[in-house]
């Protein structure tokens, strides 16, 4: 994990989910690594979704995705950090064209620096990751 990352959660913890920056418009992902199989923490921008919450794997426009989506491609099971709790979740990736668009829409509304994180990604689509509240 990155010293920029570690500041983050460290923030996010001591300060019951809320981040300089962020205001409480983040999560930590807790996920396995794709290839390791070790444990991974993220923060990521997140926005509920109904019961629950979108995440989208733009590593700020790159022309890659960020190592933690293939860590939830390999590991769908995981649990996230709220300002509000932990979570069990399953993550499920956005892939009709016509959800997807409607979801980055409202993404993009929350966050509007994704639009130009994804004119920087073309030709690659940022993946929409939604994290379904386990029972």
């Not at 807790?30 to 509920?48: K, Q």
């Not at 989506?69 to 709790?85: K, W």
């Not at 892939?95 to 668009?101: A, K, P, V």
Request: glycine content about 10%; some cysteine.
């Amino acid at each position: 994990m990155s010293g920029y990352n570690d500041r983050v959660i460290d923030e996010f913890r001591a300060n019951g989910g809320r981040v300089q920056g962020f205001g409480t418009g983040l999560v930590l992902v807790h996920s396995t690594g794709a290839r390791s199989g070790e444990p991974r923490i993220n923060p990521v921008a997140a926005m509920r979704d109904g019961d629950g919450w979108l995440i989208c794997a733009s590593l700020a426009g790159a022309p890659i995705n960020p190592a933690w989506y293939f860590n939830l491609v390999a590991h769908p099971e995981a649990s996230i950090e709220t300002p509000d709790g932990a979570v069990d979740v399953t993550a499920v990736e956005l892939t009709d064209d016509g959800e997807y668009d409607a979801a980055f829409g409202r993404f993009v509304a929350r966050y509007p620096a994704f639009a130009d994180y994804a004119t920087k990604a073309a030709p690659r689509r940022m993946p929409l990751i939604r994290l379904v509240r386990r029972a």
